[in-house]
């Protein structure tokens, strides 16, 4: 099935080859010029140039000090679309560098570039996205867009995002939710993170399913996911054919079944035959989660004794490849076999 693909092709007269580069120091000061030129163009070609040069970490730097980011938050509301396309692109390029990230903190660029949010432009949201996604994957970053109060905002446009944007929100969201899960809880987040399970994109269901392993570690997460019957869900996600899907899926269990309620729930959606086939897939992530979350299960009664039946699953992985996988087999059989 074809999908739509957001475009990042220039209008014509956007020539990259024109852009004039001044030579050694002076490079980075001239194009910092032309980036308040009144001429839409000169704006156009600087950005252009600067697209290239930001992939080296010491020109980051080197822009950071003369004051660039500023500039670049002012261009993130040009009236040209192109303009603000290429400082967004600008400035995900920099965010992949650490010295980009601290700027970004710095000098307040995430809640710059979250007026981006409704932009009529999609390449302008998914670089702004991207850049987000990625300062998200380090806690500072992370600590950065909840301190922005951006959580809300970036769950409802789960809604309405094209999926390729919302892919990159899932990722955001993952990283932000290991610091702050509340304001994720109160936006309902669960319930749409729910219905993203079962998205026909592998994707956008192994994404979801990994932001619901994060959600549901605080206890309010783990009981939100139980009344929005969430598990039996991720049961089903267990068989799927994708093994990202299956490893998140498993995790979110994992987290999930900690509660007696959880325990419960999952035990009524008959979930441990489909972990018992994970425990020797072929994935190492699959089968640690699977084993974990099979652990969970054992604490309760009905979980223990069916279990006891399938010891020697768990003491075919005690020398699994995997140092985690094998540690924890080890404590599953412990849990398993423990006598009051």
Known sequence: ?????????????????????????????KLNEELQSPELLTRQRALMALCDLVHDPENVYQAIQLGFLDNLKYLLLDHDSTVREKTTEVLYIMASHNVGRDGFIKYGVIPALSQLLNDPVDICRRNMHRAFEIMAELPRGAVGIVDSSLISSLVLKLKTELDEIQELILDTLSGCLCVEAFEALATGAVSILKEKLTHPSVAIRSKA???????????????????????????????????????????????????????????????????????????????????KALTMLSEAPEGRKTLLNHVDLFRGQLNDSSEAVSRAAKIAIKVIEWKP
């Open 1 to 29: 099935m074809a999908h739509a693909r957001i475009s990042a092709k220039l209008p014509p007269d956007i020539d990259p080859t024109k852009a004039p580069i001044a030579f050694g120091e002076r490079a980075l000061p």
């Open 209 to 291: 399913a990994r932001a619901l392993l994060g959600i549901s570690v605080p206890l309010e997460g783990k009981n939100i996911v139980w009344d929005e019957e969430v598990i039996p869900v991720l049961v089903s996600l267990l068989e799927d054919s994708d093994p990202e899907v299956r490893a998140n899926a498993a995790g979110a269990l994992m987290n999930a079944t900690i509660t007696t309620q959880g325990k419960y729930a999952a035990l009524s959606a008959d979930a441990i035959p489909p972990l018992l086939k994970l425990v020797d897939d072929e994935t190492s992530k699959v089968r640690l989660n699977a084993i």
